[in-house]
């Protein structure tokens, strides 16, 4: 379960009245909100029976969540204008599902209504409030009322029409309008009303509100009262519900970047024949997509047309119900206690090494271990801790060279038990066991992980070559498949896989073990750019040089060429780098005229635990060849 208790600190806010709203006020109570409805993840899972009873509601509110944490992490800002733009920013990244797109219109409206403005009144608040609901009507091609919809509207109304102009009470009159909204919602939707149940959705931004409550009356930010316990079966079992009832079967999400994206409208025009529940959000230089459809593909292949494809995917609902009626009737047997809803067939786990981004672990909901770097008298997480762009920076200056560990066995087990809630088996894919000592810990952890079913896969690999074999599990999880059948297929499409690099110094080989001494003068004498890369035994060797950068990178993608089978007709590339980001749009549009325009290439800084081992101004490519 993810929480945010650590992050929210005594203000304020704690006191007698409260005028007026700014930005240090407003990011405690986005991080309160935020921290308490992650809290009903389980619950919000088994209520979830609208618009596809696929169980996955709690799960996708909590991971849009906490995009939204992450973005205010850091925040500082005094203007509650800069506070909102940040959280809307946050969630339209981490946008997961129906419920997480439609709270981030909510909030990009909000957001936009209040710009520029350093503090606001309860009357600026019900404004802002009732902005954000127009723009998520406007944003709907078939608004439904009884969803988290109508609780918005229902909240934004009472706080229009309140004549209070003391923010505590204000609040309280919010959370108590809600909780009255939340009641009716299975008035107005018939299949909540045949399930006994409210609105999952509704039930999360009702969960959001009572935070906010909480932590204005110094309660603990906690969900431990019986109010949020229960016993019995998932109501998903007692659901008259059928797959053919289901007019698409995919549950597709995108997320697009570029500088002259369509418009909103635009978009909507183009998908809309493709499916249904389809939501469209354009903010500044980033779309997202949702839309249930048969053909994803055509989907990704229209996005890709109008900008850079970032993250994708395609969960097919019918392997999510069938295998949450699977563990719904199976936890019927049980008398007493929680019961864990299986959100999908598998869930995957990885080490940071892998190098994907926020936004693709976060699409796919992947759970990352982070690795430690032990520096001085420091101990960072990878990832966690410090960036890979502040330990790039780190590199330039210091000399000194951290060292690195592999996660301790509580993370493994934190980790192994976090997926085993969402999925009914675990496949965990980690950095190379000639890398690294990280495969033999998680076997090590998964052997006392409980009845959790626990597969671990050694990705004979690094970076974003563990990567995408990581990403390739997932989507194969979400398409049906199950973990023997995704263990046989990563292993075939690793024996045609690889990944190579270059570096531009030896002196962090040379630090690491990796080069020789002798080898590296000669090489530093004669200007010599070695080509390495990982065997498909996971062995580090040599696979080119070259003399002097100019010459690396024509050679490095040589080698590139002759690694990946002439006729291929499906693959994708990574493009991995130390504190060099802007060598990868050449090497992007290198790739891309080679293999074709619509080639899947995915970019990232390399982690500080692979950086420490290369330096800075070394670059590489992966391939995953999946014919």
């Known amino acids: 379960m993810l929480t945010l208790r650590g992050r929210i600190r005594e203000s304020d806010l704690n006191s007698n009245q409260i005028a007026y709203l700014d930005g240090p006020r407003l990011r405690r109570s986005l991080l309160a909100a935020c921290d308490y409805a992650q809290q009903q993840r389980v619950e919000l899972n088994r209520i979830n029976v609208f618009p596809v009873p696929d169980g ?31 959280a809307a920013e946050g969630a339209v990244l981490g946008a997961r599902g129906n419920c997480g797109m439609m709270l981030s219109h909510f909030l990009l409206g909000f957001a936009q209504n209040i710009e520029g403005r350093t503090r606001i009144t309860t009357g600026d608040l019900g404004e802002a409030l009732g902005a954000g609901v127009d723009i998520l009507y406007e944003s709907l091609e078939n608004p439904v009322e009884g969803t988290i919809l109508t609780v918005m509207r229902d ?44 609105d999952a959705g509704a039930k999360g931004f009702v969960s959001m509100l009572e935070g906010v409550q909480m932590f204005v009356n110094g309660e603990p930010i906690s969900a431990d009262n019986t109010e949020h ?34 418009a909103q409208p635009e978009v909507r025009e183009a998908l809309r024949d493709l499916g249904d529940c389809l939501i469209v959000i354009r903010s500044q230089d980033v779309l997202k997509v949702h839309i249930h459809t048969d053909e994803p593909e055509d989907v990704f292949s229209y996005l890709r047309s109008v900008g850079e494809l970032a993250t994708h995917k395609a969960e097919d609902m019918y392997v999510q119900h069938e295998t949450i009626g699977a563990a719904s009737v199976s936890a019927s047997h049980r008398s007493k206690g929680h019961i864990q809803i299986a959100r999908r067939p598998v869930t995957v786990v990885t080490d940071s090494a892998c190098d994907l981004s926020k936004e693709v672990v976060r699409a796919h909901g992947i759970h990352v271990i982070p690795m430690s770097l032990v520096h001085g008298d420091k101990t ?71 009845d959790t079913s626990i597969h671990v896969v050694d990705s004979l690999g690094a970076s ?33 896989s690889g990944i190579v690099f270059t570096v531009s110094t030896f002196e962090r ?8 001494r002798g080898k590296a003068l000669l090489g530093r004498f004669l200007g010599l750019k070695p080509i390495l890369g990982v065997t498909p035994e ?5 696979f080119g040089k070259a003399f002097g950068d100019k010459r690396a990178r024509p050679e490095l993608l040589r080698v590139v060429r002759k690694q990946v089978p002439e006729g291929t007709k499906k693959v994708r590339f990574g493009i991995v780098q130390v504190g060099v980001p802007e060598i990868v749009p050449d090497i992007t549009a290198a790739l891309r005229g080679e293999y074709g325009s619509d080639v899947d290439v995915l970019a990232a800084p390399a982690t500080p635990v692979i950086a420490t081992h290369t330096g800075v101004g070394a670059w590489g490519v992966a391939w995953l060849v999946e014919d």
């Open 509 to 516: 080989l040379i630090a690491s073990g990796r080069v020789g």
């Open 538 to 542: 996971g062995e580090v060797a040599a």
């Open 155 to 198: 909240v934004a109304t009472a706080v229009c029409e309140s004549a209070e102009d003391d923010f505590v009470p204000l609040i309280l009159e919010a959370v108590r309008e809600a909780r009255l909204s939340l009641e009716r919602t299975p008035e107005k939707l018939e299949a909540l009303k045949k399930a006994g149940v409210v």
């Open 229 to 262: 316990q229960f016993e019995g079966q998932s109501v998903l079992a007692m659901v008259d519900y059928s797959v053919e009832d289901e007019q698409y079967r995919f549950c597709t999400e995108a997320l697009v970047r570029g500088s002259t994206l369509p």
């Open 464 to 496: 974003l070559l563990q990567g995408m074999l990581t990403l390739k599990a997932a989507e194969l999880g979400e398409s049906g498949w199950g973990v023997q059948e995704i263990r046989k297929e990563l292993d075939r499409i690793r024996r045609q």
């Open 56 to 86: 996955d509601t709690g799960t996708n509110l909590s991971l849009t969540l906490q995009a939204i944490a992450d973005h205010l992490g850091g925040v500082s800002a005094r203007s509650v204008g800069e506070v909102a733009q940040r």
């Open 380 to 450: 960072w997480r990878d990832g966690v801790d410090i960036t890979a762009e502040q330990f790039h920076e780190k590199l330039r200056t210091d000399q000194a060279l951290p060292t690195t560990s592999q996660p301790a066995p509580v993370e493994f087990l934190k980790a192994f038990q976090a997926a085993g809630e969402e999925g009914e088996s675990v496949i965990g894919v980690f950095v190379g066991s000639t890398l690294s000592g990280t495969v033999r810990a998680a076997e090590m952890a998964a052997d006392n992980a409980g």
